[in-house]
């Protein structure tokens, strides 16, 4: 069965520093998002894209936070100058449409010293 | 807040019982879906259930929405070891891309 796949597993970076968290998607799927989870927490929505371009965005989605699809298959979350508090896992989810099932991959650990 | 909440927020129970977990929401939804979590994981879909629907089996899994509450459950019958996991219920807004998660209930059966 396909699968999203998530790079890298496990990040650790120093305060203030920038990140890539890569995805590919399951390849005929068209809506991408992104969510964190604090650990022992909720999964929270950070944003959605489709179609090249953000199409919703949560509160904790600020200036900070980008997403692009920069080559038509990666599917990447940059977060620039890293707190403390972007510690996290952060979830990939595809779908082929926009109330289907999503498909996650299993995360990357951000962890911010 | 279009936030879900699960009750119970955790559920230990013998192999064999049966597991009922409920989620409410707040905000319309286009569509509720039940997800299951292993510890460190990515989440696994489980079943979806449409806002014109009342009920939805799935092999040992069986969902109710009711709109009118703003409720949903999830029943696991004949529970095993193996379901040992995080339930997380997510509603899925009419606007079409947002998709707000519930606080999870972990469920723990016992061999």
């Known amino acids: 069965e396909p699968e999203v796949t998530q790079t890298p597993s496990h990040q650790v970076t120093q305060m203030g520093q920038e990140v890539i968290l890569r995805c590919v998607p399951i390849s005929n799927h068209l809506y991408f998002y992104w969510y964190r989870q604090i650990l022992g927490q909720k999964v929270e929505f950070l944003v959605s894209f489709y179609n090249n371009e953000i199409s919703e965005k949560s509160e904790i989605f600020d200036d900070q936070f980008s997403v692009e699809r920069p080559d038509g298959s990666n599917f990447t979350l940059k977060i620039r100058s890293t707190k403390l508090e972007d510690s996290a896992m952060y979830f990939c989810?595809?779908?082929?449409?926009?109330?289907?099932?999503?498909?996650f991959g299993d995360g990357t650990r951000l962890s911010i010293l | 807040s279009q936030q879900g909440e699960e009750d119970p927020q955790a559920l230990s129970i013998q192999e064999g019982e049966n597991a009922t977990m409920n989620c409410s929401y707040k905000t319309s939804i286009n569509n509720l879906q039940w997800y299951r979590q292993n510890s460190g994981r990515g989440l696994v879909h489980l079943i979806l259930i449409r806002s014109n629907e009342r009920e939805k089996h799935s092999g040992r899994l069986r969902v109710t929405l009711d709109t009118s509450k703003k409720s949903s459950s999830l029943l696991i019958t004949a529970s095993r070891a193996a379901d040992t996991a995080s339930y997380f219920c997510a509603g899925h807004g009419t606007g079409g891309f947002k998709t707000i998660f519930g606080a999870g209930t972990r469920l723990f059966v016992k061999a």
């Open positions: 989810a595809t779908t082929g449409g926009s109330f289907q099932p999503q498909h």
